[in-house]
Each structure stands twice: as C-alpha cells, then as structure tokens.
C-alpha cells in the first residue's frame, strides 16, 4: 500500500454535488484483484478516474473518501486501485453540463478506457478509467473541468505546499 497524499495549499472541494477526475499514477506494472471483476492487469503510467458526486457530502464527501487509503469499506472499483497508485490530483467542476460517460470517453481518445467496464456498474459505458497513453489527455481534462484542482506532491517524505507552477508538473498538466 502507498502512502497517503499530502495536501497541497489549494481549495477544497465543495459539499455541493458534481463531477471529479482523480490523476493517478501506477508506479509499476501490477496484478489487483478488483473485486467480482477478479485480477486486472494495470500496466505502469498515468491513469484518470472520472467520477460524478451526487450524495450526502458531494463533492467533498467522496473525494476526502478516496484520499483514505486505509478504513473504509471497498465499495467501488476505485476503491481496489487507489491502494495501488500515487494520487496525483483531484480535478472537480459543480457544473452538471458533463456526464462522467461522456467525459470518459472523450479523455479515452489520448489512451483508452482500460480495463473494460471499470467503474461503470451503474451505467453502459466502456468504463471510466482511462489509461494515458500522452500528456494532451490532461490537458483536455483540465481545460473541460474549469472547476478548482487540488494537487498532492505524491511523496511519503514531502509535505511542502505548491505554487500554482510546482502544482501543474506535479500533477503532470505540463509537459
């Protein structure tokens, strides 16, 4: 298990419903068990995870949720991953003009949603976690969430705050 993110100086997300992408980084080529899904291959890379906030809490509810590596009851696909990766970033918007689906398939066009189906029990998409095969995928994500970030340095030993520079390389929104 990785280490719990540390906070960068940024906003927190709302207790008003929306949509989130969490930016993960799997470190290595690993082999997780998610759930019924059985063992999933996750080779090495970027990842983003598109997620909507409907219920009590919102948008900071389910996102202080998946912080929490450790305590909480696996519920989701995400919840078997974000033991495995490095969150990056959270990236959120209040606006309901976005579906998660349609967000996740757009982002698919700079990687692929991978593995099939992943986080799209409750609907009939391909899924909404994307693998990224290049940095443009980020930077369509960033420009089509105009919400607020909130950047995580990612490193046990480092818990210094970001300027709004240092946040974009950390998060992987530069090239």
């Not at 495995?84 to 982002?107: F, H, M, P, Q, Y």
């Not at 490193?155 to 520079?165: E, H, N, V, W």
Request: one cysteine or more.
């Amino acid at each position: 298990m990785k280490s719990s993110p540390q906070p960068s100086a940024t906003q927190s997300p709302p207790r008003s419903p929306g949509l989130y992408a969490l930016i993960l980084r799997m470190p290595q080529d690993v082999m997780i068990r998610i759930g019924a899904a059985g063992e999933q291959h996750f080779p090495a890379g970027k990842y983003v995870y598109i997620g909507s906030a409907r219920g009590p809490g919102g948008l900071h509810g389910r996102i202080a949720r998946h912080m929490r590596k450790t305590g909480k009851r696996r519920h989701w696909h995400i919840d078997y991953l974000i033991e495995e990766t490095i969150l990056k970033a959270v990236r959120w918007t209040e606006s309901d003009a976005l579906s998660e689906c349609n967000l996740a398939a757009g982002l698919a066009i700079y990687g692929r949603q991978y593995p099939s189906r992943f986080g799209a029990s409750d609907c009939r998409c391909a899924g909404h976690l994307i693998y990224l095969e290049n940095h443009e995928g980020l930077l369509i994500l960033h420009n089509a969430l105009p919400g607020s970030m909130q950047v995580f340095v990612g490193r046990p030993d480092s818990t210094r705050p970001l300027d709004a520079g240092s946040a974009a390389q950390e998060s992987g929104l530069t090239m």
